[in-house]
């Protein structure tokens, strides 16, 4: 499928409204493998509105799932992956969030991929390869979180407030006759954009990203606590493996990139989880002269084979200069957009650096 044809939506969000009043079976949402807060507050947050619908539906995390994502309410909605895992009903529909590609839904292909005709995609990505029968792809949102945001408004919009909001220092919940979104879904949206915006500071934050955002806290969402547990609340292994990071990096392109390398014998001296690579990329991102990031994680794949993982990054700017990752990642098999990417390949981490330094020395 070309790039063209995936960002094409095939229904429009009322579309999508209305084939979720209609599905009278179970619907089973996933997402990408290690889900990150927009991916958990998608799957989440959608999953909570179809339940208050009346809906069976369950969601599916294939692990690592972050521990602090795993204390949020409505982490009991969806099971987590394992080998032995099978669905629990035969869904009627299945729904993708965050993702449109059948390299990132990990071992769960084998569930949807017999069921395309009855598959909702639902992304902000503009790459993908799942020949769903049903999409809805946004790709300027900031956070697959906004376009669930507009969803569940048009599924419950008993708790869209009255427009233009409340009065000055007031929340909705003082607005007579109205119910607030449910704190699990309220929090889940906002961890989804918070996440993916770095709490709003990337340049894809856009004016509807800050407006959802308050008003989601007028409904009662505590950001200052769900930014200490959610950023503040790391194991000391994640230090280490930060500080190993940093003493493997080096610098390409005339000293305008970095590239972070962890190998799994630094795993095993820091004891640190694959999941605490996590945001590792943002530290040299405080550099001015450096433009382009990427750390580049030793893995295997489940059979044992070599596998290297790959997140890329670049800074904002105000003209055109600035690299799209996109293209890096693509030139591995991977996507993204074009501030921050990632890839996978099933290739040597040593082989997978080499072709990447050639890559960066033609920037």
Request: aromatic share 6%.
């Amino acid at each position: 499928m070309n790039l063209a044809t995936y960002t094409q939506p095939t229904l429009e969000l009322s579309q999508v409204a209305d084939l979720f009043r209609q599905t009278e079976g179970p619907i089973m949402v996933l997402t990408h493998a290690k889900p990150d807060g927009d991916a958990f507050g998608s799957v989440v947050s959608l999953v909570a509105t179809l339940q208050k619908l009346g809906k069976t539906a369950r969601g599916v995390f294939v692990p690592p799932v972050p521990e602090a994502l795993g204390k949020l309410h409505g982490a009991e909605l969806a099971d987590v992956w394992d080998e032995g895992y099978s669905l629990p009903f035969e869904p009627e529909l299945f729904v993708v969030v965050d993702t449109g590609a059948w390299s990132q839904v990990g071992p769960l292909r084998g569930f949807v991929e017999p069921h395309l005709d009855r598959t909702v995609i639902l992304d902000h990505h503009l790459s993908g390869d799942i020949e769903a029968q049903h999409r809805h792809v946004v790709g300027d949102a900031a956070a697959a979180c906004e376009i669930l945001a507009e969803l569940i408004e048009l599924l419950i919009p008993a708790c869209v407030p009255p427009q233009g909001g409340p009065a000055t220092g007031r929340r909705d919940t003082d607005i007579a006759g109205y119910t607030p979104l449910p704190q699990t879904i309220r929090e889940a949206l906002f961890v989804g954009i918070a996440s993916d915006t770095g709490w709003f500071r990337f340049s894809n934050v856009r004016p509807q990203t800050h407006e959802l955002a308050a008003k989601l806290i007028r409904q009662g969402v505590d950001h200052a606590d769900l930014y200490s547990r959610l950023e503040q609340g790391e194991r000391p292994e994640k230090l280490a493996l930060l500080t190993r990071a940093l003493q493997n990096m080096t610098f390409h392109a005339h000293g305008t990139a970095a590239v972070m390398v962890l190998r799994q014998q630094d795993f095993i001296d820091t004891g640190a989880r694959p999941e605490e690579t996590e945001r590792l990329i943002d530290t040299p991102q405080m550099v001015g002269a450096l433009q382009v990031f990427v750390v580049v994680t030793e893995a295997q794949t489940a059979d044992g084979q070599p596998q290297t993982r790959m997140s890329f990054r670049s800074k904002h700017t105000t003209d055109d200069s600035a690299i799209n990752v996109a293209d890096l990642a693509s030139r591995f098999g991977g996507g993204g957009h074009a501030r921050a990417a990632g890839a996978k390949a099933d290739r040597t981490v040593d082989e997978v650096l080499a072709e990447l330094s050639g890559i960066l020395a033609d920037l």
